[in-house]
């Protein structure tokens, strides 16, 4: 950690201005000022003004972009990991944002050792949620990082996922195409959540969480369940059509539906949540039971503890955008996918509560 003379901590300050519909700028500019009069000495990296949230739509739905198109999240993930290879190390990395921003800097961090700090400002906040910091406003969020800059930081695990390039061509049909890795703090999921993921990012109305209660009513009338086989540690797991299909590190997706309410971000166990095809009325009936986790009795759902998960395609289809991964609500590639759970390796300033 980086303590210049005078033992001030050295924050670099990491800011979506356009998270939680447009309020990222203004939380951002309290943050700052509440570090620095804490006795912080901050680094701000300047992040451009679209919103790391739905940016990555057209990868998920549309042509790839070409390599000097480059998305929000990408160029911030390219800054970021420039200025951790070229500068002094900080004491932490604090971001003021949703999941995006969250996931896209778990990325850089993961196995560096530098601690992660968040201060929530987007619509969904499912990772600090599972860490026990959702409920926490700008005030108590900045002393917390503060508070914890004395002590030695926590670890969280991470979902490892191996799979196809979204960007290589005709990487669907030809099975995963160029390999790429990637982690993910909540889970990975395909199948309906993947495309519902998708769509959501697409719209630009409404804003917020109301986005993906829309995208949710969208994909009933049209997804149909994608052929799916699943290995768990080796050992035959489900195998057919899957109308939900989530490997989980974390408690939470799609801003506070509780999938998997036993799963803990440093246990080092993943949680294979599977349900088969539903019809949609039945779907709607039982979904409101997720937001407050009590959905893992019904018959349909079925919760089974991993280390290692391998997703592959099977039978007909599906199709290439029914192919796609998401983790922590972003296109991370496409099918065949292994997920490994990373014991460890985040940094977290505070760690996780139980």
Known sequence: MSHPAGGRPHLLLCINPASGVGRGAGIGAEVLARLRSGGADVEVLAVHRESLDGSSSRVAGGPTPDADDELPARRYETALGRRLDGGPQPAAVVVVGGDGMVHVTANVLAGTGIPLGVVPAGTGNDTVRALGWAEAGVAESTERILGALGRPPGAIDLARVELGDLGAAGAGAAGGGTAVVRYAVSGVNVAFDAAVNATANSLR??????????????????????????????????????????????????????????????????EVFHVPPMHPVRFLRVFPRVFSGRHTDLPEVTIRPARSVRIERVGRGPSERESVVFGDGEPLGQLPATVTVAPGMLAVLGGAES
Do not use: H, K
């Not at 829309?214 to 080796?234: F, H, I, K, N, S």
């Open 205 to 270: 109305w409404p804003r917020g969480g109301l986005r993906y209660v829309l995208a949710v009513l969208m994909e009933l009338t049209r997804y149909r369940p994608a052929g799916l086989r699943t290995l768990l540690d080796g050992a035959e797991g489900a195998s057919g059509p899957a109308f939900l299909l989530c490997v989980m590190n974390g408690r939470f997706i799609g801003g506070g539906m509780e999938v998997t309410p036993g799963t803990r971000l440093d246990d080092g166990i993943l």
